[in-house]
């Protein structure tokens, strides 16, 4: 039985920190391209970071680039998404999810596994 759960998630004021989590169950992520997605209410899922299943390469889309890091301890079978000089625009709902291809994609489609997500909410 495949599970992602998130966990991190909360209110923060803009300019400040959070740090997302990702345990997986039933996989072990180290055969797993990993990646995390947000969706903001009315809009579609888009890209955030992904990282290749050893963690030696990551990609960040352009508007969280700097400001967000993601990583991976395939010891603990766990992602994490630390996220830095939050704006209100980051809020919304982050999931993370396993690509069994291992490669570092930044389209939703070509993702196998998906947790429920969560909420992150920036506030000014």
């Known amino acids: 039985q495949v599970q992602l759960v998130e966990s991190g998630g909360g209110l923060v004021q803009a300019g400040g920190s959070l740090r997302l989590s990702c345990a997986a169950s039933?996989?072990?992520?180290?055969?797993?391209?990993m990646g995390w997605f947000r969706q903001a209410p009315g809009k579609d899922r888009e890209f955030v970071a992904s990282?290749?299943?050893?963690?030696?390469?990551?990609y960040f889309a352009d508007s969280v680039k700097g400001r967000f890091t993601i990583s991976r301890d395939n010891a603990k079978n766990t992602v994490y998404l630390q996220m830095k000089s939050l704006k209100p625009e980051d809020t919304a709902v982050y999931y993370c999810?396993?690509?069994?291809?291992?490669?570092?994609?930044?389209?939703?489609?070509?993702?196998?596994?998906w947790g429920q997500g969560t909420q992150v909410t920036v506030s000014s």
């Open positions: 999810a396993a690509d069994l291809t291992t490669r570092l994609s930044t389209l939703k489609e070509e993702y196998e596994y």
């Open positions: 039933g996989l072990i992520i180290s055969n797993y391209g």
């Open positions: 990282i290749n299943w050893s963690g030696a390469s990551t």
